[in-house]
């Protein structure tokens, strides 16, 4: 929970992120025998209501034709997004001004930077529900590697199979045929696990998202300018903060970022390294089936083990190979951010008037997102933390103190441009090297 700018506790911003709320009213989330999952999931960041669920559909789904579960993972993301309710209708003054907002930021963005490609983005006023399918959509290269990766430890011949996948669990007789059965299974397993775990994590995202970039997620999509009212408005009530310039202020935030991602080489050096990451897993099929161990594939509710703890699931097979890639790709966030960063201030500086502390509360948004964090870096490896962006805020300072703004805009021209690990924390080496490149 963040601190508010007067030392005080900002409240929850939506009593559906209560983990001790339990819709269903059973503090141990039982249902009837009629109802194939429990009315609750306790293991998810929050309680939410599964009545909604198609468990026929879910259940014929499980054949996926794919490498992740993508019914599963669209159901599971709507629901945690929602908490299972009805979401309140957007407000048509709420679009209004935020659609002026953001074509005013367009101009004074492009102004300070020159990266006029965003001018073609879309501006989306949507809800939560909304936010998660279109993530899952962006984020579908990635998270398919990270499921063929998966996938290859599941198959019969070098699977070893937990004893809660025996024959006895599903009351049929053992014998070589139903084990042949059992194991025939397997392949159908990964993509339903992945579905559950994707789902899961792009759901609990979208209860918090303001917008689009939030989190240095690896979208494959065109850029696009969205806002979340909701979360918004939630954020503005537990900050106190003037609802014109908090709006502003995202509009600024959310174009800057889609200015960048507009560069073609930026967006696919994102995807590359988080889908080179994910390709990177070892997978020990031994450690897998020990860590399912826990789950019994006759009770599908079990599954909640994998969003409660998504990180040791995937800790226990990380390789060292993923360091290098995983280092590459912070530098990448961690400059993006403080680029972002630079010209969020010295646009916003001149244009809003409580732009401090708005930038305060961002800060620690940022910053204290808690499992939003780890659940992206539990499914997808991706971690920035304080240290990430106040390296990246150090560099673009040290490069403007050296050459001023113009030198810093060099970043974005072509891939090799941008610092790599060596020189990240050297602007004066980045400065030397790039005049080289283009004298």
Request: net charge negative; aromatic share 8%.
């Given at each position: 929970?963040?601190?508010?700018?007067?030392?005080?506790?900002?409240?929850?911003?939506?009593p559906?992120?209560d983990p001790?709320?339990?819709?269903?009213?059973?503090?141990?989330?039982?249902?009837?025998?009629?109802?194939?999952?429990?009315?609750?999931?306790?293991?998810?960041p929050?309680?939410?209501?599964?009545?909604?669920?198609?468990?026929?559909a879910?259940?014929?789904?499980?054949?996926?034709?794919?490498?992740?579960?993508?019914?599963?993972?669209?159901?599971?993301?709507?629901?945690?997004?929602?908490?299972?309710e009805?979401?309140?209708?957007?407000?048509?003054?709420?679009?209004?001004?935020?659609?002026?907002?953001?074509?005013?930021?367009?101009?004074?963005?492009?102004?300070?930077?020159?990266?006029?490609?965003?001018?073609?983005?879309?501006?989306?006023?949507?809800?939560?529900?909304e936010?998660?399918?279109?993530h899952?959509d962006?984020?579908?290269?990635?998270?398919?590697?990270?499921?063929?990766?998966?996938?290859?430890?599941?198959?019969?011949?070098?699977?070893?199979?937990?004893?809660?996948?025996?024959?006895?669990?599903?009351?049929?007789?053992?014998s070589?045929?139903?084990?042949?059965?059992?194991?025939?299974?397997?392949?159908m397993?990964?993509?339903?696990?992945?579905?559950?775990?994707?789902?899961?994590?792009?759901?609990?995202?979208a209860q918090?998202?303001?917008?689009?970039?939030?989190?240095?997620?690896?979208?494959?999509?065109?850029?696009?300018?969205?806002?979340?009212?909701?979360?918004?408005?939630?954020?503005?009530?537990?900050?106190?903060?003037?609802r014109?310039?908090?709006?502003?202020?995202?509009?600024?935030?959310?174009?800057?970022?889609?200015?960048?991602?507009?560069?073609?080489?930026v967006?696919?050096?994102?995807?590359?390294?988080?889908?080179?990451?994910?390709?990177?897993?070892?997978?020990?099929?031994?450690?897998?089936?020990?860590?399912?161990?826990?789950?019994?594939?006759?009770?599908?509710?079990?599954?909640?083990?994998?969003?409660?703890?998504?990180?040791?699931?995937?800790?226990?097979?990380?390789?060292?190979?993923?360091?290098?890639?995983?280092?590459?790709?912070?530098?990448?966030?961690?400059?993006?951010?403080?680029?972002?960063?630079?010209?969020?201030?010295?646009?916003?500086?001149?244009l809003?008037?409580?732009?401090?502390r708005?930038h305060?509360?961002?800060?620690?948004?940022?910053?204290?997102?808690?499992?939003?964090?780890?659940?992206v870096?539990?499914?997808?490896?991706?971690?920035?933390?304080?240290e990430?962006?106040?390296?990246?805020?150090?560099?673009?300072?040290?490069?403007?103190?050296?050459?001023?703004?113009?030198?810093?805009?060099?970043l974005?021209?072509?891939?090799?441009?941008?610092?790599?690990?060596?020189?990240?924390?050297?602007p004066?080496?980045?400065?030397?090297?790039?005049?080289?490149?283009?004298?």
């Amino acid at each position: 929970m963040p601190s508010s700018p007067q030392g005080g506790d900002a409240p929850d911003d939506d009593p559906d992120s209560d983990p001790s709320a339990d819709p269903s009213g059973d503090p141990n989330g039982e249902s009837g025998d009629d109802q194939p999952f429990p009315s609750s999931f306790p293991g998810l960041p929050f309680n939410f209501d599964l009545s909604g669920v198609e468990f026929a559909a879910l259940a014929s789904a499980l054949q996926s034709s794919g490498p992740l579960n993508w019914p599963v993972a669209t159901q599971l993301a709507s629901i945690v997004a929602t908490g299972g309710e009805d979401e309140p209708a957007i407000d048509t003054a709420a679009r209004t001004q935020l659609d002026e907002l953001a074509r005013a930021a367009r101009t004074h963005v492009v102004a300070e930077t020159g990266l006029a490609d965003m001018f073609s983005a879309e501006v989306r006023t949507i809800d939560r529900r909304e936010w998660a399918t279109l993530h899952l959509d962006a984020l579908k290269p990635v998270l398919e590697q990270l499921a063929i990766t998966f996938g290859a430890a599941f198959q019969p011949e070098s699977f070893v199979m937990p004893e809660t996948f025996g024959p006895e669990t599903f009351g049929i007789e053992d014998s070589p045929e139903t084990a042949d059965a059992l194991r025939s299974m397997l392949p159908m397993l990964a993509p339903l696990l992945l579905g559950v775990q994707a789902g899961s994590m792009v759901g609990y995202l979208a209860q918090h998202a303001l917008g689009r970039y939030d989190l240095p997620l690896p979208a494959a999509d065109e850029p696009s300018l969205c806002f979340v009212v909701r979360n918004i408005d939630a954020f503005e009530t537990d900050w106190s903060l003037e609802r014109a310039d908090l709006r502003f202020y995202l509009a600024i935030h959310e174009v800057v970022h889609a200015a960048v991602r507009s560069v073609s080489w930026v967006r696919k050096a994102m995807v590359e390294l988080a889908t080179e990451y994910v390709s990177g897993y070892e997978v020990d099929a031994t450690i897998l089936g020990a860590r399912l161990g826990d789950i019994d594939p006759s009770d599908p509710a079990s599954m909640q083990a994998l969003t409660e703890h998504p990180n040791e699931l995937l800790g226990a097979i990380r390789s060292d190979r993923q360091h290098e890639v995983l280092t590459r790709a912070r530098v990448l966030h961690a400059v993006l951010e403080g680029y972002a960063d630079v010209i969020l201030e010295r646009v916003g500086n001149q244009l809003i008037p409580t732009f401090d502390r708005i930038h305060e509360a961002m800060a620690r948004h940022r910053l204290e997102r808690g499992d939003a964090e780890r659940f992206v870096e539990g499914l997808l490896g991706l971690a920035t933390d304080r240290e990430d962006y106040e390296r990246g805020a150090a560099f673009c300072a040290g490069v403007i103190e050296r050459s001023g703004i113009e030198a810093l805009h060099h970043l974005w021209e072509r891939p090799e441009m941008a610092p790599t690990p060596n020189d990240f924390d050297a602007p004066g080496l980045w400065l030397a090297r790039i005049e080289m490149l283009d004298p």
